[in-house]
């Protein structure tokens, strides 16, 4: 059974209700007349109308640090107000209360009480906040919340957790830890939601909003966990960095009176009593009197950064906000992907009777992409290869599929892929296990919240099974992982389907109970860890939070807004924090729109087969994979909306811009256009300029510093041979004439030429 109750009164608050008007009416004037942080926010503000109503709290305290000033509610806990370089904005809103969710074993129910300090100690910049939770006039549970300013910036955390017996903590909401409001001028919130690639919201014409919550994640922000507010005049960005943390953006109010906060839920346990989407197709589990309260076993932290002006370009903007987050993410694990073609080759499918594309054909794909891209260097990651196909056999890969060619022609064709500068790799999965295995054993796989096996879904005709990834790899994961280099040859780069898109998984095995902390950290990263004493960069799916500096390359990504209130504009929030940190694939767009894959700074993996229209291949590679490659390591330095045109400016004098009405687009690098109007004019490297076009016509390139006019060349480029063509030389620029979709390669001499022959 739940329990809610409201923020109600302190528990010190007196209940004669004459005593404690009185009280209350002193308490009032006593913060009017005398509460310094009230006479510094009117100094301040220069404008008592400007509380909204909201008066400083009767009982404050202050935290100081070299940049920051924070006044707190004693009563509440709660940050009321930030001062940064003699600007204000706010924390809590009037009726802002810290909450709990706490269990009671016996009569197994979950209540929600509201929460107020107990004790309040401060030293300097720092405040340790003691809390109780009382059932019935006995401490259930009680913690120390720790706020903790250093420079601009705040960090609140959660520690020393002490429950009774018969009582566990399992989760605290903190809301509004910082707001803004129409009435403090020009507000607005940044977003990226539940994925989406970044909104900007203008809270004068916002409608109400609350983060949603997903079905696999509930309030967690695995994308980016981080949102920002401000008016013209400050901003605060929140990054929530616990892994199972919430994240709280909302919007309220009517016309004139709207306002943005953000907040966080720390969460200590996995709430036993909820319900969970376990990804079987079927309604989703709740758990028992039986199900246990995993505790996360990382401390909950969140961190707010205040920021004026930070790039010094006059304005105050999300993008000052951004910029400062960006500075502290780490830098991409390794380059190894940085200049690859990668993508993946349909096997076999266990439903279909004969293979999307054989050994053979994988051969010849591999060769075609060679021969199209003046052999640029290729990951191929052979899917459907073990067993019946796609999604069978795991978790052993001992036996590969006869219809694709069996074990040596898999041998046989990755040793071919060196000649066509390509690494041949696999697909594998670790999160999925079918009963098809000769493997499987019960004993490593994770329970749901009631208990039972963890049953998932028929991916392919074979139902899966969800591996607890924490058990598993303390023994059977390394082991495998050796097999399986050893067996095939594997260097370099592996792709390991699931492993990121479900980032945080819990097991509710009562023998081995983990948390999706604790899968992560000694399950999911084990296997990063593992491949990496062979010297193989493992890859994944999806774009998720806890995998930055961890993974360099997932194949889907985050792009496109996130609908979260009306007046919305997108803007390239994760592509200017994760820029430096990883590459990713595409969002919910086509992967051969190329506006919105280098606008989101996507760079595709997509799925390639024997029947794939090599156009498409060259479309993708050329129209969006070389640009990305020439822009992607530059940071983003501005960004403005004119129109119905976005640009963005980067480091390296780089300006990318998309006009989202006629949908075009264009890459200027030092004053030239290298990209735009569905064509590409750019520099392979110092001896090679690439000419491409979805339409025939004539492309032009300014003539490098140092090449010979009379010694350069052209070949068109087919997937059987190379034809000479003629190339115009005026001015110092190189005009050639192309055709729709077929890549012209201009070398600085013959010799170049013959160096990217077969």
């Not at 208990?451 to 099974?465: E, N, Q």
């Not at 082991?479 to 390991?496: C, E, T, W």
């Given at each position: ?63 100081h ?32 209360c ?5 269990c009671?074993s016996?009569?197994?129910?979950f ?14 910049g ?8 009382e ?8 913690f ?23 009582y566990?903590?399992?989760e ?37 909003y ?28 929140m ?13 309220t ?28 197709g ?9 199900t ?68 053979a ?22 899917s ?11 978790p ?11 074990y040596?022609?898999l ?6 892929g ?40 028929s ?9 607890g990834?924490?058990k ?33 998984r819990?097991d ?26 062979y ?94 490659n ?79 006019p ?8 087919t ?40």
């Amino acid at each position: 059974m739940n329990h809610r109750a409201g923020c109600g009164k302190p528990p010190f608050y007196p209940e004669n209700g004459k005593k404690r008007i009185w009280i209350l009416l002193l308490c009032f004037f006593a913060g009017v007349f005398f509460n310094p942080a009230l006479a510094q926010r009117k100094r301040m503000d220069g404008s008592a109308d400007k509380q909204e109503n909201h008066l400083a709290p009767a009982d404050s305290f202050v935290l100081h640090s070299a940049d920051l000033r924070m006044i707190l509610d004693r009563l509440t806990g709660l940050p009321y107000m930030y001062y940064f370089n003699g600007t204000g904005i706010r924390g809590e809103n009037p009726d802002s209360c810290i909450t709990a969710i706490i269990c009671r074993s016996v009569s197994r129910s979950f209540l929600t009480l509201p929460l107020h300090p107990v004790s309040v100690k401060t030293i300097s910049g720092h405040a340790d906040l003691l809390f109780k939770a009382e059932d019935h006039g006995r401490t259930a549970v009680s913690f120390h919340l720790k706020y903790d300013l250093t420079g601009s910036s705040l960090i609140v955390s959660q520690q020393q957790i002490k429950e009774r017996s018969g009582y566990e903590l399992i989760e605290t909401s903190l809301p509004d830890l910082v707001s803004v409001r129409e009435a403090d001028g020009p507000g607005w919130v940044a977003d990226a939601g539940r994925g989406g690639g970044g909104t900007l919201v203008d809270l004068r014409n916002a409608a109400a909003y609350q983060s949603p919550e997903s079905g696999f994640f509930g309030k967690i922000g695995y994308v980016l966990p981080v949102a920002i507010v401000g008016t013209d005049k400050l901003a605060c960005a929140m990054e929530v960095s616990a892994f199972m943390d919430g994240m709280k953006v909302e919007i309220t109010g009517e016309n004139g009176h709207r306002q943005a906060g953000m907040g966080t839920v720390q969460t200590y346990r996995v709430h036993g009593g909820r319900y969970y989407n376990m990804n079987d197709g079927m309604s989703w589990i709740s758990g028992n009197s039986h199900t246990p309260n995993l505790v996360v076993g990382q401390i909950s932290r969140c961190r707010l950064d205040f920021v004026g002006d930070f790039d010094h370009n006059g304005s105050v903007n999300w993008l000052d906000g951004a910029k400062l987050i960006a500075e502290r993410m780490p830098v991409i694990p390794t380059k190894y992907f940085n200049d690859k073609f990668v993508y993946l080759i349909a096997g076999k499918n266990k439903t279909e009777p004969e293979p999307r594309t054989t050994f053979a054909q994988s051969e010849k794909l591999i060769h075609d992409i060679a021969e199209l891209t003046d052999f640029a260097p290729q990951v191929a990651f052979v899917s459907g290869w073990v067993y019946d196909g796609q999604d069978t056999g795991y978790p052993s890969e001992d036996k590969v599929n006869e219809s694709l060619g069996g074990y040596r022609g898999l041998l046989h064709l990755m040793k071919t892929g060196r000649n066509y500068n390509a690494n041949v790799s696999v697909n594998t999965n670790f999160d999925d296990a079918y009963r098809s295995s000769p493997l499987f054993d019960s004993s490593f796989i994770a329970r749901r919240p009631d208990g039972k096996i963890w049953k998932s879904r028929s991916w392919d005709a074979d139902t899966s099974y969800i591996v607890g990834m924490a058990k598993y790899m303390q023994r059977l994961g390394p082991q495998r992982i050796g097999y399986a280099v050893k067996r095939y040859g594997l260097h370099d780069a592996i792709l390991v389907d699931a492993l990121s898109w479900f980032a945080i998984r819990n097991d509710w095995d009562p023998a081995h109970p983990a948390s999706g902390y604790k899968n992560l950290i000694s399950g999911r990263y084990r296997i990063i860890t593992e491949f990496l004493k062979y010297g193989i960069h493992l890859s994944s799916e999806q774009l998720r939070y806890p995998y930055i500096g961890k993974m360099a390359l997932s194949a889907d990504g985050a792009g496109g807004g996130d609908a979260f209130a009306s007046n919305k504009e997108m803007i390239p929030l994760i592509a200017t924090i994760y820029r430096k940190s990883a590459i990713w694939g595409s969002g919910d767009f086509p992967k051969n729109d190329v506006p919105d894959n280098l606008f989101w700074n996507c760079r595709p993996m997509p799925w390639f087969n024997d029947s794939t229209d090599r156009e498409s291949i060259t479309d993708l590679f050329y129209l969006t994979v070389l640009p990305y490659n020439r822009i992607h390591n530059h940071r983003v330095e501005s960004y403005k909306r004119i129109g119905d045109s976005s640009v963005i400016g980067l480091s390296g004098n780089i300006q990318m811009a998309v006009n989202w009405r006629n949908h075009d687009y264009a890459v200027v690098v030092n004053g030239i256009k290298i990209a735009g109007n569905e064509a590409t004019v750019c520099s392979l490297d110092s001896n090679r300029i690439a000419f491409y076009s979805r339409n025939s016509g004539q492309l032009t390139a300014e003539l490098p510093a140092g090449w010979n006019p009379d010694a350069l060349v052209a070949r068109v480029l087919t997937v059987d041979r190379r034809k000479p063509v003629r190339v115009e030389i005026r001015q110092n620029k190189i005009t050639v004439s192309v055709l729709p979709h077929q890549p012209v390669i201009v070398y600085r001499s013959e010799r170049e030429a013959d160096r990217h022959r077969p």
